[in-house]
């Protein structure tokens, strides 16, 4: 009877730490989703950006997913057939009291290619475009101005989309944590895809935080007249 009695007593404690610790996680959980925030963007293979993105300090967590398309939960085949409408894309959320919207915009134009407009890298096709989804009038303002940004600093028009926000659906399991899955054929693939190689040709001379470069008036009105000319 006395070796019931410590059984059950050594359950109940068990019992009661773990569900201390549930608690704390809830809580833990919670705190996170009141503060926190979330952003959905395109750049081609999801296992790239959502590997890069969550390297980022501030960022809480990337999901790779689907958005932009015409039917509900749609597969990996059918995004892929390029028939639904979706853009891979990753959902990223993040703590604004450590990194901005702003700031996040940066870091993903820095792993995308901003002048491509038929796919990215070796990923061709409108599904794997690069874009910014952006969920209100504040993401649209700060896209933009980014955008206009990146153009000046690298010298050309930049093709990435700025697309209203939808219904961001998240991939199956298997495209989770890709890189961390099935590192050996990840870095195959990113390696023979051409995105690092691409990445150090756009981005190594360029200062992305540094000052658009100044125009001469000569150009300034020159572009002025380009612009006036397609409107």
Known sequence: MRKIAVMMMAVLVSFGIYTAKAEDAMKKEA???????????AGGCFWCLESDLKEVAGVISVYSGYSGGNIADPSYEMVSSGTTGHLEAVEVTYDPEKI?????????????????????????????????????????????????????????????????????????????????????????????????????????????????????????EEKAEEKSGTE
């Open 31 to 41: 705190a996170v989703t009141e503060n926190h925030k979330t952003a959905v963007f």
């Open 100 to 220: 901005s919207y702003e700031t996040l915009l940066d870091y993903f134009w820095q792993n995308v290619d901003p002048l491509d407009e038929g796919g990215q890298f070796c990923d061709r096709g409108d599904q794997y475009r690069a874009a910014i989804f952006y969920a209100d009038d504040a993401e649209k303002s700060a896209a933009e101005k980014s955008r206009d940004h990146v153009a000046e600093v690298l010298g050309e028009e930049v093709k990435t989309l700025l697309l209203e926000s939808k219904a961001f659906y998240r991939a199956e399991d298997y495209h989770q944590g890709y890189s961390k899955k099935n590192p050996i054929r990840y870095k195959y693939y990113r390696q023979s895809c051409g995105r690092d190689r691409r990445m150090k040709e756009l981005w190594e001379e360029k200062d992305i935080n540094a000052p658009a470069p100044v125009q001469d008036e000569g150009v300034q």
